[in-house]
């Protein structure tokens, strides 16, 4: 038994040497301050480790049992430094700490000198003040480290908590050895303290240089909120810039990073988190001639970065990480994960950059719509009303010839006075201006409207028929604007039916829904075209359409006046085989009877 008590003791004293020599080569290989003050507790705590040994080969000396308690002192007033690092303690309280040490390096050395033959009382005593100075010194760390901790990301977390987990363990066994007295100096006890502050050796270590594996198990808690942020930079964010600024701060989050931040490819800060100008124009300094990114070690006033590229389409940028005083370490793992994060970062700009583009591209379109269509209006008007003089005959006979061109220089004008009216309406759309004026009405009657003012504009090659139900079609709706509707879905039928043939237009109203089916035999359109129909300046280029006069926005403005109304445009088609449009509108609540309609169902179809 005294052999296992004495090799548990050697085991424990070698597992704190260890501990202080490695924080002392972190110390060594960064030179952070924080590295500094843990490392002098550290490597004081190792020397009350070694020393104990010693004494029982060499004999009790004062000269060691003074220095042992003068390292154990300074090992807990350091880790009061090393809090003090990163969360600053008053100057009241620092110098209030220095006075503890030094009178309890004082009374220590009493108790191995002057006071060495004392009563066992009195020894007491002093070793309780010993440990009470230890403990106050390394306590409210502990405390602090833990509180501070909650905020933090989970590495981080992890780190601190380790760190107060190791030292409030020292404390308890130093407390139960002091209270426990006799009862805990059996060898059996010894042997069992001896382990359990062996085991906290690894402990502490791992809370200032976690393996790879560890930092990633730490890390699984926050995985799926790092996958819905990525989510969120890659389709969401609406601009550049609040991407950049939530990149940042879950890159500061993902690695446990003091700060973050992104720079463009002229290094313009462009969003930062937890760091300021300067650091990052002396971390991209560096940078300059290493486009690639890397880790950059630790430099004064600063813990080590890590500086990844984001290959922009105007040229390589960078985000980077800076390391906290208490986390103040990166290794190829951070600097791997980094950069897998960095690709979904770069995703994210290029498509937020492609957004804005759009969106600027869509704003230009409207003031042009604006201008144009208002700039249009005016000349419009004047030639509208010379061809209504020439058709009332205000400007004198005209001959045969002249005769024959006025109807169809009329519909020219209706045909270009209409488009201009889609120009205004559009823009107001975009604009949020266009307001509705709903009225209860007959449908059949505008439906009839439409396909009248529509004849004018076919040729002998095409017809018109009209099917309509005996019954009135009662809709709250804008007339007009669905006449516009209606008449541009007319309109469209005859363009693409370049052959000719008949346009057939059908109301139907069952099941609550009004529907305006306008049916012709033209090129037909192909699916993988569909969605395209409906956008703003949208038209299917094939050989069959190329020649034929456009803008794209009747079925744009014609869909969003539909859904204005709380009904829908759908289409039925396939190429070759002609297409089907249908306005669907919600009836009125009753259907009221009525009479036969002046053109019913039995409407034969008509020749233009």
Request: proline share 4%.
């Amino acid at each position: 038994m005294i052999l296992a008590e004495r090799l548990a003791q050697d085991l424990t004293a070698l597992g704190f040497v260890l501990l202080g020599a490695a924080t002392f080569m972190e110390w060594y290989r960064h030179r952070g301050r924080a590295q500094a003050m843990l490392a002098l507790s550290l490597v004081s705590l190792a020397v009350v480790a070694a020393l104990g040994p010693l004494q029982t080969l060499i004999g009790q000396s004062s000269a060691l049992g003074i220095v042992t308690i003068v390292a154990f002192e300074i090992s807990g007033y350091f880790v009061l430094r090393f809090r003090d690092a990163f969360l600053p303690l008053s100057r009241r309280a620092r110098w209030a700490a220095t006075a503890l040490l030094v009178v309890s390096c004082v009374v220590g050395a009493a108790a191995v000198t002057v006071l060495a033959n004392a009563d066992r009382t009195v020894i007491a005593v002093v070793g309780l003040e010993l440990i009470l100075a230890w403990s106050i010194f390394t306590g409210e760390p502990i405390v602090r480290f833990w509180l501070a901790s909650r905020d933090l990301p989970s590495v981080q977390k992890a780190r601190m908590r380790a760190l107060s987990f190791g030292f409030a363990v020292l404390i308890a066994i130093l407390v139960v050895d002091v209270l426990g007295g006799s009862a805990l100096q059996s060898p059996l006890a010894i042997i069992i303290t001896q382990l359990i502050a062996l085991a906290i050796v690894p402990v502490i270590y791992v809370s200032l240089a976690p393996p790879g594996m560890l930092r990633r198990i730490w890390r699984m808690g926050e995985e799926a909120e790092l996958r819905s942020a990525i989510q969120d930079l890659l389709i969401f964010s609406p601009t550049r810039q609040e991407l950049a600024e939530k990149a940042a701060g879950w890159a500061r989050r993902l690695l446990g990073a003091q700060g973050a931040f992104i720079v463009d490819s002229q290094g313009t800060l462009v969003a930062g988190a937890g760091i300021n100008r300067g650091e990052v124009d002396e971390i991209m300094s560096v940078r300059k001639t290493q486009r690639d990114g890397g880790l950059e070690q630790t430099r004064p006033g600063r813990g080590a970065a890590i500086v990844v590229s984001l290959p922009l389409t105007e040229g390589t940028g960078f985000l980077g990480v800076t390391a906290g005083t208490c986390a103040p370490l990166f290794g190829s793992d951070e600097v791997n994960q980094l950069q897998g994060y960095a690709s979904a970062v770069t995703a994210g700009l290029e498509r937020a950059k492609v957004t804005e583009r759009m969106a600027a591209i869509e704003k230009n379109k409207t003031q042009f719509l604006n201008l144009a269509s208002h700039e249009l209006r005016g000349p419009m008007t004047v030639v509208r009303g010379y061809v209504s003089m020439l058709e009332g005959g205000l400007l004198g006979d005209l001959n045969e010839r002249g005769l024959k061109a006025v109807p169809v220089i009329s519909a020219k004008v209706m045909e270009m006075n209409a488009l201009i009216e889609q120009m205004i309406e559009a823009a107001r759309l975009e604009d949020g201006a266009l307001m509705l004026r709903p009225a209860e009405i007959d449908l059949r009657d505008v439906v009839s409207e439409a396909v009248e003012a529509a004849r004018p504009l076919v040729d002998d090659r095409h017809e018109i028929s009209l099917r309509i139900p005996e019954r009135p079609v009662q809709v709250r709706v804008d007339a007009e604007r669905v006449r516009t509707i209606v008449s541009n879905l007319i309109s469209n039928a005859i363009k693409y039916s370049p052959s000719g043939g008949t346009i057939e237009c059908e109301l139907t109203a069952r099941a609550g829904i009004a529907r305006v089916a306008v049916k012709d035999s033209g090129v037909g359109i192909a699916k993988e075209d569909l969605p395209i129909l409906f956008t703003r300046f949208g038209r299917v280029s094939t050989p069959n359409t190329n020649h034929l006069p456009g803008t794209g926005l009747g079925l744009y403005l014609g869909r969003q006046l539909a859904r204005l109304h709380g009904g829908e445009i759908t289409v039925e088609s396939a190429p070759g085989r002609g297409s089907t449009f249908t306005l669907h509108l919600p009836l009125q609540a009753a259907q009221a009877p009525g009479s036969r309609h002046p053109k019913s169902a039995e409407t034969a179809s008509t020749s233009a």
